[in-house]
T-cell receptor, first 113, second 114 residues
Framework: AQSVTQLGSHVSVSEGALVLLRCNYSSSVPPYLFWYVQYPNQGLQLLLKYTSAATLVKGINGFEAEFKKSETSFHLTKPSAHMSDAAEYFCAVTNTGGFKTIFGAGTRLFVKA | EAQVTQNPRYLITVTGKKLTVTCSQNMNHEYMSWYRQDPGLGLRQIYYSMNVEVTDKGDVPEGYKVSRKEKRNFPLILESPSPNQTSLYFC?????????????FGSGTQLSVL
C-alpha cells in the first residue's frame, strides 16, 4: 500500500530564509505526486504536481519540488520565505487508476518577521 | 466561477441524530471524494465516486454513507453520528480517472458531535 511521510509537523523559518518541507513516499511504481497548501479556514489548493515530464517541478508562489526516485522523495522548497507563505502544506500521492489519493499528515509552516 | 460548494460550513449536533452534508460541483467533474481532516493525521479518504451511481469505500468509511444520483452532487450522510466523527470534512472533485488531475476542494464543514 502506498504511504506518504512528511518529516516535521511544524517548521519555522525567518522571512527571507529558505523553506524546505520534506516528503517521502512509498510506492512500487512511479506515482503521481502533489503538494497542496491550506490557508487558515480554507480548503486545500494545488501548489504543484509531478507529472514525470521533468524531475524539477515549479509551482505557484515561487515554490518548487524535486522528484528523486532513488530517495523516494519529493521535497518542497522556496528560496525566500514570505509572511504570506504561513500555512499548512500537504504532500499527496495518487495511485495508478487515480481513485485513491493518500495525504501526508501535513507540515505547518510558520514565518517569523 | 468553478467551485466546489459544501454546506453547512459549521454544524453542531448530538449523538444519534442523522445528518447530511451536501457537496456540489459546477465543473462537470466525474470524480468526487470525501475526506476528513484530523490534527496530526492529515486528510483521510472516506468515500469516493468515479461517476454517477459508482461509489466505493476509502480508508475510513465506517459510520458514513454516500450517494451519487447526479453528476454534480455527492452528499455525505451520517446515519447515527458519534463523538468520534467530530472532525473537519472536505469534499473534493476532479476531471478524470488517470490520477494526474488536481483535486478541487470545498471550503470544509466543521462538524461537532456532542
Amino acid at each position: 500500500a502506498q504511504s506518504v511521510t512528511q518529516l516535521g509537523s511544524h517548521v519555522s523559518v525567518s522571512e527571507g530564509a529558505l523553506v524546505l518541507l520534506r516528503c517521502n513516499y512509498s510506492s512500487s511504481v512511479p506515482p503521481y505526486l502533489f503538494w497542496y497548501v491550506q490557508y487558515p479556514n480554507q480548503g486545500l489548493q494545488l501548489l504543484l504536481k509531478y507529472t514525470s515530464a521533468a524531475t524539477l517541478v515549479k509551482g505557484i508562489n515561487g515554490f518548487e519540488a524535486e522528484f528523486k526516485k532513488s530517495e523516494t522523495s519529493f521535497h518542497l522548497t522556496k528560496p525566500s520565505a514570505h509572511m504570506s507563505d504561513a500555512a499548512e502544506y500537504f504532500c499527496a500521492v495518487t495511485n495508478t487508476g487515480g481513485f485513491k489519493t493518500i495525504f501526508g499528515a501535513g507540515t505547518r509552516l510558520f514565518v517569523k518577521a | 466561477e468553478a467551485q466546489v460548494t459544501q454546506n453547512p460550513r459549521y454544524l453542531i449536533t448530538v449523538t444519534g441524530k442523522k445528518l447530511t452534508v451536501t457537496c456540489s460541483q459546477n465543473m462537470n467533474h466525474e470524480y468526487m471524494s470525501w475526506y476528513r481532516q484530523d490534527p496530526g493525521l492529515g486528510l483521510r479518504q472516506i468515500y469516493y465516486s468515479m461517476n454517477v451511481e459508482v461509489t466505493d469505500k476509502g480508508d475510513v468509511p465506517e459510520g458514513y454513507k454516500v450517494s451519487r444520483k447526479e453528476k454534480r452532487n455527492f452528499p455525505l450522510i451520517l446515519e447515527s453520528p458519534s463523538p468520534n466523527q467530530t472532525s473537519l470534512y472536505f469534499c473534493a472533485s476532479s476531471f478524470g480517472q488517470t490520477g494526474n488531475e488536481k483535486l478541487f476542494f470545498g471550503s470544509g464543514t466543521q462538524l461537532s458531535v456532542l
